[in-house]
């Protein structure tokens, strides 16, 4: 058995190994809660992103990390909620904030190119919307014109019709 030395050099390096891992303590603590901060500020972005194409994002199983277990599908629905349907059939709703940092970023990146396949889709669609809906007004605008000169004309003529019956009428 060996024995304790009660020797100064022993004793001060127990001592820095403690600081050492006290300075350790405090990064860890403090990488921590940054991970802690920029996950929700990555989940609340994330939701607002989502929020804007309103459709339920399919994942895959793997990046459900300790959730995966039992899943069959999974899917990340509109307000942040990963919907998890099991082999059993009972599907189970789990908040993003409740999945651990690592496994929210394995979620996020297996969602982000679909949302970008949406939200691309969805522009194309409004923008394809918004060009004809240009063209229609333009036309509008080309067909209210030529109503408005034809009503002076028009006027014209009712008034000349008018002078007339009045004319003929004494």
């Known amino acids: ?80 909620v990963v919907i998890i349907h099991e082999e059993g059939g009972k599907p189970l709703s789990v908040p993003l904030s409740r999945f651990p940092a690592k496994d929210v970023l394995a979620i996020v990146q297996d969602a982000t190119p679909e949302i970008g396949r949406i939200v691309s889709e969805r522009r194309r669609e409004i923008g394809a919307r918004v060009e004809l809906l240009e063209r229609v007004l333009k036309e509008m605008k080309k067909a209210g014109g030529m109503v408005r000169q034809a009503q002076p004309a028009m006027a014209d003529a009712e008034e000349d019709l008018v002078q007339n019956s009045i004319a003929s009428e004494q």
């Open 1 to 80: 058995m060996p024995q304790a030395k009660s020797d100064s050099g022993v004793d001060d390096d127990i001592v820095s190994q403690l600081t050492a891992l006290q300075s350790e303590y405090a990064q860890l603590s403090e990488l921590d809660e940054m991970e802690r901060n920029y996950i929700m500020k990555l989940i609340d972005s994330l939701k607002a992103l989502q929020s804007g194409i309103d459709s339920a994002i399919p994942l895959h199983v793997a990046a459900l990390g300790i959730f995966r277990s039992k899943a069959k599908e999974a899917f990340l629905a509109s307000d942040g």
